[in-house]
């Protein structure tokens, strides 16, 4: 049982459990961050199955939910619609601007997440298992057709929705910079053509707040 008004963040500092702890940091919402260790297969505890069924990172549980009552949400982008809409910050009140933020953020969650994931999988963790060049070649050329989707949209807007920067620049960035951090792969997707990705990301990353979110739950 959880004895605080605080929000209980479960999560792991991977990219898409990094755009909770951004956000949150961002919002300056009060929160405890608990790891879930997803290589000790922390998931599929219990405990945790009972605050997401689905055993991915991240979920939440926010005692002060709706109406003051307890609520409990799994699946990054929901979380960061409800964190928006909860702090009132990073989603555009005006209706039009509003609708281009959210399509954004599916674009990342339909889209940039799955293909920039399975790119590593193949590129990187799976490179001992799977010696059919195919799904390389496939997901690396998808990865590079996102990312110059992204850099055509940044190169006339500040930030991947338009002048504000927005819970969708949280829901991206994170994947982006996974591709260099993570999977060590900026050479080989020659991401240095993408300079205005380039420049976006980076001013995401000197964010102080950000900064700090990239943390949470590290280990």
């Known amino acids: 049982m959880i004895n605080s008004t605080k929000i209980q963040l479960y999560s792991l500092a991977t990219p898409n459990g990094q755009k909770i702890g951004v956000a949150l940091e961002e919002m300056n919402l009060p929160y405890d961050a608990h790891t879930i260790n997803i290589m000790k297969g922390d998931q599929f505890s219990p405990e945790f199955v009972a605050i997401n069924p689905n055993s991915k990172i991240p979920a939440i549980i926010d005692p002060m939910g709706p109406g003051n009552a307890p609520i409990q949400l799994f699946e990054s982008g929901a979380i960061l619609l409800y964190l928006a809409e909860k702090s009132g910050r990073f989603l555009p009140g005006d209706s039009r601007k509003r609708y281009i933020t959210i399509q954004w953020l599916f674009f990342q969650m339909a889209g940039v ?98 900064k700090r979110g990239m943390e949470v739950c590290k280990i």
């Open 113 to 210: 997440g799955p293909m920039f994931g399975q790119f590593g999988h193949f590129y990187k963790y799976a490179i001992e298992r799977c010696q059919d060049p195919y799904p390389k070649e496939r997901y690396s050329t998808e990865a590079r057709r996102l990312m110059g989707v992204m850099d055509k949209q940044l190169a006339v807007n500040p930030f991947i929705s338009g002048e504000e920067y927005t819970i969708a620049d949280m829901a991206i960035f994170p994947w982006v910079n996974c591709l260099k951090v993570f999977y060590n792969a900026e050479e080989f997707l020659k991401l240095g053509e993408f300079m205005h990705v380039n420049r976006w990301l980076t001013c995401c990353l000197n964010r102080p707040a950000v």
